[in-house]
């Protein structure tokens, strides 16, 4: 079996661009493949690349039995195909955007997943979500106040402080996903 790197964080909290910041670094890497979620929010150019549907069609894909993870968050439903089985199957790592949410459930049905936690400051938390501009005021708050209350025990994680520069955080993030054994380790 391959590996599975759960990365997970709050909103805001930069996981869309560490993802993508590892994903360009590692492209001449066929061992790993980075999951492309299914979202009932539009595409956004400057967010994540993730695969918009209607609400209508991620319940069909659900009964499908077409996801290997789902759940709903902030008012949209999140989806990541059955597809990482068959990558996990053939020994690849695969990348996946978690929700801390589901982080439970998710190490339930991937025992051996290697939980990553993305860790963001709340004034650069708060900044960040200003600065993308989705959520109202009142959204925005709530969004910081759900996160003060999910703050999920990070024992076992590799956690990786987004505060400083993106090419610190994108390095560590690489270095998880191809040492996770190695970065394991300097976590217990």
Known sequence: MGRL???????GSGKDTLIKAAAAALVDRPDIRFARRCITRPADPDGENHRPITP?????????????MHWSGNGHHYGIGVEINDWLGTGQTVVVNGSRKWFAEARFQYPDLVPVMIEVSPPILRERLQRRGRESAEEIAARLHRHQQMQ???????????DGPLAQASHALT???????????LCR
Do not use: T, W
């Not at 790197?5 to 909103?11: D, L, R």
């Not at 999920?152 to 402080?161: A, K, L, M, R, T």
């Not at 270095?175 to 380790?185: F, G, K, Y």
């Open 56 to 68: 209508h069609v991620f319940n069909a894909l659900v009964q499908q039995g077409r996801f290997a």
């Open 152 to 162: 999920p025990q990070n024992e076992g994680c590799i956690v990786i402080n987004n």
């Open 5 to 11: 790197i759960y990365v997970m964080g709050a909103s």
């Open 175 to 185: 270095d998880a996903i191809c040492h996770p054994v190695r970065c394991e380790a």
